[in-house]
């Protein structure tokens, strides 16, 4: 199994105190949030996520601060550094598009509930309720394809950047070491958001667990604890039942803790995004002078 990038002590992590001996205090604080960032607990729960992506935001506000210092901005703009920073150019596109397929699930999946609410508070009856839910399985459905293949174009940067190799050398070598490392951590947290947001395979979920509960026991009982703190699953799982029984019993609070759920997760999600588009737009700008 490949190690999370959290937990990559790499070729990258290797190298985090190759930075000038007389370390700038924004490199510091850098490292600082890399170090609180890998230190993480590794459940995903909407909480753990969400301080992910609050502590995600800090670390690029002091990117940017990074990628104002005179020396970085020399240090990149150098003529052999250019492949590693057209690199990173194309690698950022990776990130933004996951952000993308994020977000996008987060609105489609907070339309769908917001529906939904509205049509239990009007009484509309259960066909109307039926018509909604059978909507709302599909947009997860359509979702979960797209998270499926965002966390794939992850993993696969993820090997690259795990397996990727350049000098060390010099105060150069010491600026693309900190944003390889920058980029790891990101990798990871917007795996943990994606996974987080598509959730289990509720429909086949019970037949899996039943082939393997007395060898996985320990392993499933930590799911199932994840599961009970995932809200956009459970409001999934509550309309999932409603379909096979009808029974709405705790459909309006599940569904109204998956909406404040899906709220939290996009400021968090939509704050970070401006930020990693801000570092982009720096970095293209070093290039281009």
Same mark, same amino acid.
């Given at each position: 199994?490949?190690?999370?990038?959290?937990?990559?002590?790499?070729?990258?992590?290797?190298?985090?105190?190759?930075?000038?001996?007389?370390?700038?205090?924004?490199?510091?604080?850098?490292?600082?949030?890399?170090?609180?960032?890998?230190?993480?607990?590794?459940?995903?729960?909407?909480?753990?996520?969400?301080?992910?992506?609050?502590?995600?935001?800090?670390?690029?506000?002091?990117?940017?601060?990074?990628?104002?210092?005179?020396?970085?901005?020399?240090?990149?703009?150098?003529?052999?550094? +250019?492949?590693? %920073? $057209?690199? !990173?150019?194309? @690698?950022?596109?990776?990130? &933004?598009?996951?952000?993308?397929? =994020?977000?996008? /699930?987060?609105?489609?999946?907070?339309?769908?509930?917001?529906?939904?609410?509205?049509?239990?508070?009007? +009484?509309?009856? %259960? $066909?109307? !309720?039926?018509? @909604?839910?059978?909507?709302? &399985?599909?947009?997860?459905?359509? =979702?979960?394809? /797209?998270?499926?293949?965002?966390?794939?174009?992850?993993?696969?940067?993820?090997?690259?950047?795990?397996?990727?190799?350049?000098?060390?050398?010099?105060?150069?070598?010491?600026?693309?070491?900190?944003?390889?490392?920058?980029? =790891?951590?990101?990798?990871?947290?917007?795996?943990?958001?994606?996974?987080?947001?598509?959730?289990?395979?509720?429909?086949?979920?019970?037949?899996?667990?039943?082939?393997?509960?007395?060898?996985?026991?320990?392993?499933?009982?930590?799911?199932?604890?994840?599961?009970?703190?995932?809200?956009?699953?459970?409001?999934?799982?509550?309309?999932?039942?409603?379909?096979?029984?009808?029974?709405?019993?705790?459909?309006?609070?599940?569904?109204?803790?998956?909406?404040?759920?899906?709220?939290?997760?996009?400021?968090?999600?939509?704050?970070?995004?401006?930020?990693?588009?801000?570092?982009?737009?720096?970095?293209?700008?070093?290039?281009?002078?």
């Amino acid at each position: 199994m490949a190690a999370s990038p959290l937990n990559v002590q790499s070729s990258f992590h290797a190298r985090s105190n190759s930075l000038p001996s007389r370390q700038h205090p924004v490199a510091s604080q850098i490292d600082e949030n890399l170090n609180r960032l890998r230190a993480s607990q590794s459940a995903s729960t909407s909480s753990s996520i969400g301080d992910k992506l609050n502590c995600l935001q800090d670390l690029y506000d002091y990117v940017d601060m990074f990628l104002q210092l005179p020396l970085t901005q020399q240090d990149l703009a150098q003529e052999q550094q +250019r492949k590693l %920073v $057209e690199q !990173l150019l194309d @690698e950022s596109l990776v990130l &933004l598009d996951a952000c993308g397929v =994020a977000k996008d /699930a987060l609105q489609q999946t907070k339309e769908c509930t917001q529906e939904l609410q509205s049509i239990l508070r009007r +009484r509309r009856g %259960v $066909e109307g !309720l039926a018509n @909604e839910v059978r909507k709302y &399985l599909t947009s997860r459905k359509a =979702a979960r394809k /797209a998270i499926c293949k965002a966390i794939k174009n992850l993993k696969h940067m993820e090997n690259k950047l795990t397996s990727s190799s350049f000098s060390k050398d010099g105060e150069t070598g010491a600026v693309i070491s900190t944003l390889k490392q920058v980029e =790891a951590v990101t990798i990871s947290v917007l795996e943990s958001l994606l996974s987080f947001i598509s959730g289990p395979e509720a429909e086949s979920k019970t037949s899996r667990w039943s082939l393997v509960s007395k060898l996985m026991h320990q392993k499933r009982v930590m799911c199932e604890e994840e599961q009970k703190t995932n809200e956009i699953a459970n409001a999934e799982a509550a309309l999932r039942s409603f379909v096979k029984s009808g029974n709405v019993e705790n459909v309006q609070n599940e569904l109204q803790n998956s909406e404040m759920c899906i709220q939290d997760l996009e400021e968090g999600l939509e704050s970070f995004y401006r930020r990693l588009i801000k570092a982009r737009v720096t970095v293209l700008n070093i290039l281009n002078c």
